[in-house]
């Protein structure tokens, strides 16, 4: 089963922060609520901080992981009522955001997209990179990491130090769960979500060095069904942008005016909305 970290206390020597809204970070195909390092310390100024973590061997369809990442949200919302919730969803994290958002649409106030992989259904390579995965060894797994690594990101603008955890966070997953989350993106049809129904503010960010995925097109396609979606490029940056010294998450979220701290929060129901 998903469970949430707090990552404040074991990184920054900071307790929970329950009067600020609470900022849901969903990971990338690692699953592991790791990544997000970079990003924290600015974050924590105005955010109460939960990293979905999914374990390394789980093989959960996306409507399951759906229902049990709003389980895990509602939790979280009734220790404190009406604060506003944020989604951040990265990548595959990206897709899983997309799926809670179309199918409980008062679960959060504002959504934020980086380089969400829904193009992964057009990439011929994606169903391929699942058959072959699955037939890995873990020794071999770990090994094909390393290949990988070029193409998520720009390696001039990610520290050494968090080289070294994306490919750890990567190599922590087994090859069965890997392969399991790939053909997940490989059947993620985004034209079938009803995403007319995401009327929260939604903000993309769009890496242009993405080696791994279009994901400058996708933000494009997404910013045209999402009724309020505005979308920041990232011109120099690669897939996992959020690795990157230079890119500062809670700068671009209030240069945009997408921090709104006073805005409150619907009651949730976990029934799916219609």
């Given at each position: 089963?998903p469970f949430?970290?707090?990552?404040?206390?074991s990184?920054?020597?900071?307790?929970?922060?329950?009067?600020?809204?609470?900022?849901?970070?969903?990971?990338?195909m690692?699953?592991?609520?790791?990544?997000?390092?970079?990003?924290?310390?600015g974050?924590?100024?105005?955010?109460?901080?939960?990293?979905?973590?999914?374990?390394?061997?789980?093989?959960?369809?996306?409507?399951?992981?759906?229902?049990?990442?709003?389980?895990?949200?509602?939790?979280?919302?009734?220790?404190?009522?009406?604060?506003?919730?944020?989604?951040?969803?990265e990548?595959?994290?990206?897709?899983?955001?997309?799926?809670?958002?179309?199918?409980?649409?008062?679960?959060?106030?504002?959504?934020?997209?980086?380089?969400?992989?829904?193009?992964?259904?057009?990439?011929?390579?994606?169903?391929?990179?699942?058959?072959?995965?699955?037939?890995l060894?873990?020794?071999?797994?770990?090994?094909?990491?390393?290949?990988?690594?070029?193409?998520?990101?720009?390696?001039?603008?990610?520290?050494?130090?968090?080289?070294?955890?994306?490919?750890?966070?990567?190599?922590?997953?087994?090859?069965?769960?890997?392969?399991?989350?790939?053909?997940?993106l490989?059947?993620?049809?985004?034209?079938?979500?009803?995403?007319?129904?995401?009327?929260q503010p939604?903000?993309?960010?769009?890496?242009?060095?993405?080696?791994?995925?279009?994901?400058?097109?996708?933000?494009?396609?997404?910013?045209?069904?999402?009724?309020?979606?505005?979308?920041?490029?990232?011109?120099?940056?690669?897939?996992?942008c959020?690795?990157?010294?230079?890119?500062?998450?809670?700068?671009?979220?209030?240069?945009?005016?997408?921090?709104?701290?006073?805005?409150?929060?619907?009651?949730?129901?976990?029934?799916?909305?219609?």
């Amino acid at each position: 089963m998903p469970f949430f970290i707090n990552p404040l206390p074991s990184l920054l020597g900071e307790p929970a922060k329950p009067s600020r809204p609470l900022f849901i970070y969903l990971p990338g195909m690692d699953g592991t609520g790791d990544l997000l390092r970079t990003q924290l310390s600015g974050l924590q100024a105005s955010f109460d901080i939960r990293c979905l973590s999914i374990p390394s061997n789980d093989i959960t369809d996306w409507d399951r992981l759906v229902e049990q990442v709003a389980r895990l949200i509602t939790k979280e919302q009734c220790r404190i009522q009406s604060r506003p919730v944020y989604i951040c969803g990265e990548s595959f994290g990206g897709c899983l955001a997309l799926r809670l958002a179309a199918s409980f649409p008062d679960i959060c106030q504002h959504l934020i997209l980086v380089n969400p992989a829904t193009s992964a259904f057009h990439q011929p390579w994606v169903s391929l990179g699942a058959s072959i995965t699955q037939r890995l060894t873990p020794s071999l797994y770990r090994l094909s990491t390393f290949g990988l690594l070029p193409l998520l990101i720009q390696p001039q603008r990610v520290s050494l130090a968090n080289q070294q955890a994306l490919l750890q966070a990567m190599q922590s997953v087994s090859p069965r769960s890997a392969a399991w989350r790939i053909s997940l993106l490989a059947n993620f049809a985004v034209e079938s979500l009803p995403l007319g129904r995401i009327l929260q503010p939604a903000l993309l960010l769009a890496s242009g060095a993405d080696r791994l995925l279009p994901s400058l097109d996708a933000a494009g396609r997404l910013a045209r069904q999402l009724p309020n979606a505005r979308t920041v490029q990232l011109p120099d940056s690669g897939h996992a942008c959020l690795l990157e010294s230079q890119v500062n998450l809670a700068k671009l979220l209030k240069s945009t005016d997408f921090f709104d701290p006073s805005s409150r929060a619907r009651p949730l129901s976990m029934s799916h909305g219609h």
